[in-house]
């Protein structure tokens, strides 16, 4: 079977196009790693306290990047995922004229251009594809842009951004469930599709429509677009319903414990979610082609959702809804708190 898609040249290409990080000497650059790892630890205990969810695994230590580096990462975590699912889909199966026709170097520059770009925007991430528990990434030139461009308090803007990241990081070692049951759902989004070769060109058609859109600021198009199937919407809404949940919780933790460990997190606050909301049109564009705009959604619903459950079961009782995937929330009941406040505490 024909390779999906060249990785090696999907990394290639995304270091190519990664926009170059604000202007900083070798010594400041020292200082943000160094600073940046201390915080961590420090979220770390923040972020326990705050929640009462503890890792029950061995934590990696928190990987600081720069742009290509990220893009390294989510690519070989990627490929892990991807090569076997796309294997065990079409078998022996060989490709179609539409995918001799594009090719996996067309679609690894094609991969690469869309990871380029959201290179240049991720603040941090918890990376679970490339192993088992998963790792931390902090991407330390977007920080260090983020801070100047809203003129923050470096070290204030740099623990609010590890106590959101570091709460992820929790919710996947403290729930050792978590990761196992994340994969599934992703891989059970692939299998619902119609299998064999025509998953292959549609996972194609995806990847291509995605990098022509963050060309194109005309574009009409959208992740969903990609999605036809009934069954595969089931498990895009199972997905999404577990990912309002995670950001929600990582954005009510940040904020919750932000007053008494940050000064400024009020104005943090308030000048962050000025820039997510600002853009041009062809900003605008891309980030709803690449789904930037429906997480953003969800961190806002996620974050109000929390509160709700807190406020009527305290936060005790809201980490029952990481007790098994039957405790988690499920879309319909996203906004509204009572509903499953009723189903999980009845």
């Given amino acids: 079977m024909a390779q999906f898609v060249d990785w090696d040249l ?32 420090e979220a770390a205990g923040h972020v326990a306290a ?55 170097r067309v679609t690894g520059v094609q991969a690469g251009t869309i990871l380029a770009y959201l290179s240049g925007r991720v603040l941090g991430q918890y990376e679970v594809f490339s192993g088992e528990p998963g790792q931390l990434l902090l991407n330390a ?34 729930v050792p469930w978590m990761r196992g049951y994340f994969l599934g759902e992703v891989q059970a989004f692939v299998d619902a ?5 025509h998953i292959l060109e549609r996972m194609r058609r995806g990847v291509a429509t995605l990098s022509d859109a963050v060309r194109d600021p005309e574009s009409r198009t959208s992740m ?20 309002t949940l995670l950001e929600g ?24 979610n000025r820039r997510r909301e600002s853009g041009n049109p062809l900003e605008k564009a891309i980030r709803r082609v690449l789904g930037v705009d429906v997480k953003m959604r969800q961190y806002a619903e996620g974050r109000k959702f929390v509160h709700g459950v807190v406020d009527r079961v305290g936060m005790a009782g809201f980490n029952r809804a990481f007790e098994s995937p039957l405790t988690l929330p499920r879309l319909d009941e996203l906004g509204d708190p009572d509903a499953y406040v009723a189903r999980v505490h009845a």
């Fill in 10 to 41: 999907a990394a290639a290409t995304a270091g190519a196009l990664s926009k170059t990080g604000p202007a900083v000497t070798l010594e400041e650059a020292t200082h943000v790693v160094a600073d940046l790892r201390a915080l961590t630890e």
């Fill in 224 to 243: 969903l677009d990609i999605v036809q199937t009934p069954a595969q919407r089931a498990v895009l809404d199972r997905l999404t319903a577990l990912m």
């Fill in 249 to 272: 919780h990582a954005e009510f933790v940040m904020d919750g414990v932000g007053p008494e460990v940050i000064p400024s997190v009020e104005e943090i606050r308030a000048k962050f």
């Fill in 50 to 104: 705050y929640t009462g969810l503890t890792p029950q695994v061995e934590v990696p230590p928190v990987r600081v990047v720069d742009r290509r580096d990220w893009a390294k990462v989510n690519i070989a975590g990627l490929q892990r995922v991807i090569g076997p699912l796309v294997s065990r889909l079409s078998g022996d199966t060989p490709p179609g004229p539409f995918a001799d026709a594009i090719g996996s």
């Fill in 193 to 197: 599709s119609q299998g064999g070769e």
């Fill in 141 to 174: 030139p977007n920080i260090v842009e983020v801070e100047r461009r809203i003129e923050a308090d470096p070290r204030d803007f740099r623990l609010w951004v590890c106590l959101h990241e570091v709460t992820h990081r929790t919710q996947f070692t403290a």
